[in-house]
């Protein structure tokens, strides 16, 4: 399996291109099956996540090509995200088979789109992953709501709606990102009035929300915890352009504050990083967005100081930055304490920042990090996306060298990480086993 070394060194300077979100592509691409139309969807990500998509879309019967009539637009930065087309004529197909979903619990959101669609849907149960159980309950008893008929059958969903769905209220036990993008395209298609409360207001929900209205939806509340979807008999086709990834904007926005470097991100934007920003001015980046697509983040040369953070739903911190903060807080002056709501078991980075001399105590889903003077490189193991990214956060600043391993979770959600880290002066190779 691939590595990726990390030679510890001086400050990152340079531009960034960010990419478009992956976890806006994911359910955007899903939005297909509602329609007999063709949807163009531009400023796609390069990631083996959008891969697996393509792969479970065409098993279902999905004609995809990539950048359509082969132009691929460049803007301005040179930046080229891709287009995809993707038409649903004929749903070959209502069956998410567990090869893929075991491969990505983001397949789960074909659920809503074929039971409106096509009345039915069998779709693998997920299974867990490295940062929790995860389980898919609140997207079916929402489901339920709208007249599903679930059943849960050797490992999978089985769930029909005999004449098709129909609006309901569905009020969600908890905010789920996942459930509330399910929810949103199921009740496109369902007859009458849907509303849901308690709905996730992640802007990846707002984006889905648009491309959905593009298509001819009708949805109002985008950006509330309430949505209210009046159904359609049927969706068309749409040009849509994925927004850019707010995760991986935090992302670099961390490499920089780490290296006491400075970094334009071109593309992107911080209205969609809720907390984020005032987390990290609180220990000392300078953060600005030109309102114009460009944000510079930069350090002022003084020492970062520690704050606590506690990962809560938009627009609150997002579990997602948790990990990548915790490495800018371990190095930090004094101490900060960072607590996870979301995911019962998002730690993991943990262990292996402490074997890069962090200084960390686990106390239940709150961690204790007390800032300590440089880290030292070391062999670590990546066990999800954004605990691996932090691994190599850490590896930019350390002393030494750091090698990563199991870089296959990057590449799940980081287009061309080494590559733009490189052209900001980090000391980093990708090592192919
Ligand atoms: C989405 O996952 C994101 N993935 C995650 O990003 C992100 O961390 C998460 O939202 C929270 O923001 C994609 O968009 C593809 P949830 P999702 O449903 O939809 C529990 C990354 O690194 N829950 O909001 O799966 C669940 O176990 C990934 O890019 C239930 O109990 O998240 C979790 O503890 C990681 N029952 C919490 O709710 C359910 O039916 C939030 O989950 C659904 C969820």
Same mark, same amino acid.
């Given at each position: 399996?691939?590595?990726?070394?990390?030679?510890?060194?001086?400050?990152?300077?340079?531009?960034?291109?960010?990419?478009?979100?992956?976890?806006?592509? /994911? %359910?955007?691409? @899903? $939005?297909?099956?509602?329609?007999?139309?063709?949807?163009? *969807? !531009?400023?796609?990500?390069? +990631?083996?996540?959008?891969?697996?998509?393509?792969?479970?879309?065409?098993?279902?019967?999905?004609?995809?090509?990539?950048?359509?009539?082969?132009?691929?637009?460049?803007?301005?930065?040179?930046?080229?995200?891709?287009?995809?087309?993707?038409?649903a004529g004929q749903i070959a197909s209502t069956t998410a088979d567990y090869e893929l979903v075991r491969k990505m619990r983001a397949s789960v959101l074909v659920l809503g789109p074929l039971l409106a669609?096509?009345?039915?849907?069998?779709?693998? /149960? %997920?299974?867990? @992953? $490295?940062?929790?159980?995860?389980?898919?309950?609140?997207? *079916? !008893?929402?489901?339920?709501? +709208?007249?599903?008929?679930?059943?849960?059958?050797?490992?999978?969903?089985?769930?029909?709606?005999?004449?098709?769905?129909?609006?309901?209220?569905?009020?969600?036990?908890?905010?789920?990102?996942?459930?509330?993008?399910?929810?949103?395209?199921?009740?496109?298609?369902?007859?009458?009035e849907t509303v849901l409360e308690n709905a996730a207001r992640e802007p990846e929900i707002t984006d889905l929300a648009n491309c959905l209205i593009a298509m001819g939806a009708e949805i109002e509340g985008l950006g509330s915890d309430r949505l209210v979807i009046q159904g359609k008999p049927t969706l068309n086709g749409a040009d849509y352009s994925v927004m850019p990834d707010r995760i991986e904007t935090g992302t670099y926005m961390a490499a920089a504050a780490l290296t006491g470097g400075d970094l334009t991100l071109t593309g992107t934007t911080t209205s969609t990083l809720g907390a984020v920003v005032e987390a990290m001015e609180r220990t000392g980046v300078e953060i600005n967005d030109d309102g114009n697509g460009r944000v510079r983040v930069w350090r002022n040369g003084a020492r970062l100081k520690g704050t606590d953070?506690?990962?809560?739903?938009?627009?609150?911190?997002?579990?997602?930055?948790?990990?990548?903060?915790?490495?800018?807080?371990?190095?930090?002056?004094?101490?900060?304490?960072?607590?996870?709501?979301?995911?019962?078991?998002?730690?993991?980075?943990?262990?292996?920042?402490?074997?890069?001399?962090?200084?960390?105590?686990?106390?239940?889903?709150?961690?204790?990090?007390?800032?300590?003077?440089?880290?030292?490189?070391a062999p670590v193991m990546a066990t999800d996306l954004r605990a691996s990214v932090s691994l190599v956060l850490a590896g930019l600043a350390a002393e030494g060298e750091t090698v990563v391993s199991r870089v296959y979770h990057l590449d799940r959600g980081y287009e061309r990480l080494v590559e733009k880290l490189a052209a900001c002066g980090a000391d980093i190779e990708r090592i192919r086993e």
């Amino acid at each position: 399996m691939d590595q990726i070394r990390i030679t510890g060194g001086g400050p990152l300077k340079g531009t960034i291109a960010i990419s478009g979100a992956k976890n806006a592509a /994911l %359910p955007l691409m @899903c $939005a297909c099956l509602l329609s007999e139309g063709t949807l163009r *969807l !531009g400023n796609i990500p390069h +990631l083996a996540d959008i891969s697996t998509a393509v792969h479970l879309l065409a098993q279902l019967g999905v004609t995809v090509t990539m950048n359509g009539d082969g132009q691929t637009a460049k803007d301005a930065d040179g930046h080229a995200g891709r287009v995809l087309s993707l038409t649903a004529g004929q749903i070959a197909s209502t069956t998410a088979d567990y090869e893929l979903v075991r491969k990505m619990r983001a397949s789960v959101l074909v659920l809503g789109p074929l039971l409106a669609r096509e009345h039915e849907a069998r779709v693998s /149960l %997920p299974g867990g @992953c $490295a940062i929790g159980t995860r389980p898919v309950d609140i997207h *079916l !008893g929402a489901l339920e709501e +709208l007249g599903a008929e679930i059943e849960l059958e050797d490992g999978y969903v089985v769930a029909r709606a005999p004449g098709g769905l129909r609006g309901g209220v569905v009020r969600f036990p908890q905010v789920s990102v996942g459930a509330t993008e399910n929810l949103l395209m199921a009740a496109s298609l369902a007859k009458g009035e849907t509303v849901l409360e308690n709905a996730a207001r992640e802007p990846e929900i707002t984006d889905l929300a648009n491309c959905l209205i593009a298509m001819g939806a009708e949805i109002e509340g985008l950006g509330s915890d309430r949505l209210v979807i009046q159904g359609k008999p049927t969706l068309n086709g749409a040009d849509y352009s994925v927004m850019p990834d707010r995760i991986e904007t935090g992302t670099y926005m961390a490499a920089a504050a780490l290296t006491g470097g400075d970094l334009t991100l071109t593309g992107t934007t911080t209205s969609t990083l809720g907390a984020v920003v005032e987390a990290m001015e609180r220990t000392g980046v300078e953060i600005n967005d030109d309102g114009n697509g460009r944000v510079r983040v930069w350090r002022n040369g003084a020492r970062l100081k520690g704050t606590d953070v506690t990962t809560l739903p938009f627009p609150a911190f997002p579990t997602d930055m948790q990990a990548q903060f915790m490495a800018i807080m371990a190095t930090a002056e004094g101490a900060s304490l960072i607590t996870e709501t979301i995911f019962e078991n998002r730690f993991m980075h943990v262990p292996e920042l402490t074997r890069m001399g962090a200084d960390i105590t686990i106390n239940g889903n709150a961690a204790l990090v007390r800032g300590v003077d440089r880290l030292k490189g070391a062999p670590v193991m990546a066990t999800d996306l954004r605990a691996s990214v932090s691994l190599v956060l850490a590896g930019l600043a350390a002393e030494g060298e750091t090698v990563v391993s199991r870089v296959y979770h990057l590449d799940r959600g980081y287009e061309r990480l080494v590559e733009k880290l490189a052209a900001c002066g980090a000391d980093i190779e990708r090592i192919r086993e």
